[in-house]
């Protein structure tokens, strides 16, 4: 099986395959996983805006009632990307 292996993308095992491997039908693309990541990043920032406050992770995750270790998540992306600041440690708000 030479050529033909798994990549860990965002908590997700997918297969894939090397051109003339053999095999070429197991390699994915599952733009979904991004679709969905930008919809809960809306919605985190549509949760935090309405606090009117810096928040925590786990006070919008119960806002949204989801799991806070992936609010957590979301809030960092939006932190890399300059839309989220951190007031004071482990609270956040929306960069005006």
């Not at 309405?50 to 998540?73: Q, T």
Request: hydrophobic share 35%; aromatic share 10%; glycine share 12%.
């Amino acid at each position: 099986m030479i050529g033909h292996g798994r990549w860990y993308l965002k908590g997700e095992f997918r297969a894939f395959s090397f051109p003339g491997a053999g095999f070429s039908g197991m390699r994915q693309t599952n733009n979904s996983i991004f679709l969905e990541e930008e919809k809960m990043e809306g919605k985190v920032l549509e949760a935090m805006k309405k606090a009117g406050k810096p928040v925590r992770p786990g006070d919008v995750a119960k806002m949204l009632g989801v799991d806070s270790k992936e609010v957590s998540k979301v809030i960092g992306t939006l932190k890399k990307k300059g839309k989220v600041i951190s007031p004071k440690r482990c609270y956040y708000a929306v960069e005006d």
